[in-house]
């Protein structure tokens, strides 16, 4: 009897499973594949020839596994980024990209155990054995890889032992001030009194008159030129705010490295209803550093414009920006079960309640002993730096990462054939009746000899990419 060979021009059943392979009666029969190699079925019915690769270049040490990632901008943005043991390439457009190379912490053998995600020009990478990494492009031939910094926490419960934290620094951007002058660097305010320190002294208590009017400005000046990031502040009213309403209503920060060129940082209006002695906290996105940093404030003077007061101003330097400084503890009750502070603390946060009662957040940037260990302060300055009673140990712990970017992240690899400037694969591929769905499998390089031309006895139609 002589064979038939139907036409099929429909696939959109895609692969189905081998028990239904005599199922001839099925309408989806007539429509599926029992096998699509190194093929993509379509929607609209037809199949595609998938993606394929080319060679670009030898990698850097044949030696050793790496691991091709892809990086896709937009349709004509893409890369290949090949990982290596501690290192990052680049390729674009069938070229490395110059001599961009980025030094990683992954060994050859995390390599395949990375887990990331990307959007437009950031890539999030995360390893159960290393901090979460954020690799970055800012330009064709720019790229860096950080650390990736949560925001405050997650957090085990409030510390109910007796040990205190006792902080060596701060945050502040300057000194506590005894005069203008004094520590380091220079104060100076548009009343232009040799009080204007007074903002800077860390006494809520007392008040200064900065002008005599309803605008004017206080200004710190870095000792010996020093440039430093600002990206946060607090402000605290007179003690008596509500007697003549002389509070700020409306300002600027600003940041200069000559005194007479000034960038804003920081706008605020309508800053209304100050109560006596309150301080309000804020902050800004900045990676810019000056060397003057200053106020200008309006709306001063109360209803009659005259003498605008206030009684502290606070800056924070940016903790990228920081000098890491000593965070002392009491004893080790309380931190690690009791066992005190540990090499893989390096990384930890901590939340700490200052003497103001208001809670801010540190990470730990290395250990010195069970007691002791190097911290850098974000959000906002500490007051002072009285012994801490009330803080809180960070639960996400070094060498404990997750292996995902997040629960709600998807991998980054395109759909097949979607990678930009694939070429096809040689002319080796098959496909056949009969699947329900579409697998690709990268063994083009077969020969056809050596594929079975039949299923379940039934002739298979073979189709060439």
């Not at 040490?61 to 990982?83: H, M, V, W």
């Not at 990478?125 to 990736?148: G, S």
């Not at 600003?254 to 209006?269: A, E, H, K, P």
Request: charged share 20%; with cysteine; net charge neutral.
């Amino acid at each position: 009897m002589t064979a038939l060979y139907p036409v099929q021009d429909v696939f959109t059943r895609g692969e189905i499973s081998p028990r239904l392979h005599s199922r001839a009666s099925l309408d989806l029969y007539r429509a599926a594949l029992a096998q699509c190699e190194n093929f993509v079925t379509l929607p609209h019915g037809g199949i595609r020839a998938r993606g394929g690769t080319y060679f670009v270049a030898e990698v850097k040490n044949s030696a050793k596994k790496t691991r091709g990632i892809p990086f896709i901008f937009s349709s004509d943005q893409a890369y290949c980024l090949e990982f290596g043991d501690l290192y990052i390439r680049v390729y674009a457009y069938g070229a490395r990209v110059g001599t961009v190379e980025i030094a990683s912490p992954y060994l050859e053998a995390d390599l395949f155990e990375l887990a990331y995600v990307q959007s437009a020009d950031q890539m999030w990478i995360t390893h159960r054995d290393y901090p979460p990494k954020v690799l970055t492009r800012t330009a064709h031939t720019a790229w860096t890889l950080e650390d990736f910094e949560f925001l405050d926490g997650p957090y085990a419960d409030i510390n109910d032992t007796a040990t205190t934290l006792a902080p060596s620094d701060t945050g502040h951007l300057t000194p506590k001030m005894t005069s203008n002058t004094t520590p380091a660097g220079t104060v100076s305010a548009t009343a232009a009194s040799a009080d204007d320190f007074k903002m800077f002294d860390r006494d809520k208590t007392q008040h200064l008159i900065l002008s005599g009017g309803g605008d004017g400005f206080i200004r710190y000046r870095t000792a010996g030129g020093a440039q430093r990031v600002v990206d946060a502040y607090w402000l605290t009213a007179s003690s008596k705010a509500t007697q003549a309403y002389d509070f700020f209503t409306a300002w600027e920060v600003q940041g200069s490295n000559d005194g007479v060129s000034w960038t804003t940082l920081d706008t605020r209006t309508g800053e209304l209803g100050w109560g006596n002695g309150e301080t309000r906290f804020y902050d800004f996105p900045n990676k810019s550093a000056f060397e003057y940093h200053q106020l200008v404030f309006s709306g001063g003077g109360g209803d009659d414009a005259t003498n605008s007061i206030a009684a502290e101003l606070a800056f924070h330097v940016a903790a990228s920006d920081q000098t890491p400084f000593d965070l002392t503890a009491s004893g080790t009750a309380g931190i690690n079960g009791g066992a005190g502070f540990q090499a893989t603390d390096v990384g930890r946060a901590i939340r700490l309640l200052g003497s103001d009662g208001v809670w801010r957040w540190a990470k730990i940037t290395s250990r010195t002993s069970t007691t002791v260990v190097k911290i850098v302060i974000y959000g906002h300055a500490l007051p002072n730096t009285n012994p801490i009673t009330r803080w809180r140990l960070g639960t996400f712990v070094p060498g404990k990462y997750m292996s995902s970017p997040a629960r709600s992240m998807r991998s980054a690899w395109p759909s097949a054939g979607a990678f930009p400037s694939m070429h096809r694969p040689p002319a080796t591929s098959t496909i056949s009746r009969s699947a329900r769905r579409t697998t690709t499998r990268w063994n083009s390089s077969r020969p056809a000899a050596a594929r079975p031309t039949t299923y379940c006895g039934s002739p298979i139609p073979t189709a060439r990419c």
